[in-house]
């Protein structure tokens, strides 16, 4: 876990949130790791279904929040808003892609 990086996965946050209990974090995480956030979310910029990938984003946003995955709540933050006001987001996408694969190497150090 010496290599979780603060940016990416705030564990100190996460678990002054949870009241510190590290066994109810890692399986916290393991269930999100357990979900395909990115493949429903890409099936709904490709459709064009902005609704459906506002609500998607903000979903990840919060838990992503919650968790204190820093950089991808952020991150679907502001792609949310791009979706939301219609501005190309194709760049954004590529980064929270990537963000969340760094994340996903991070938790996996974590559980």
């Given at each position: 876990?010496d ?16 009241g ?44 992503s ?47």
């Amino acid at each position: 876990m010496d290599k979780v990086n603060d940016e990416y996965v705030n564990v100190k946050d996460a678990l002054h949130r949870i009241g510190g209990s590290m066994d109810l974090y890692k399986r916290l995480l393991t269930q999100f790791t357990g979900t395909d956030h990115i493949g429903p979310l890409e099936a709904a910029l490709d459709s064009g279904d902005a609704g459906d990938a506002s609500r998607k984003l903000h979903a990840l946003k919060g838990v992503s929040a919650n968790l204190s995955l820093v950089k991808l709540s952020e991150i679907s933050a502001a792609l949310e808003y791009m979706v939301k006001d219609g501005v190309d987001h194709t760049t954004l996408f590529e980064e929270l892609k990537s963000v969340y694969d760094i994340t996903s190497q991070q938790i996996a150090e974590i559980i």
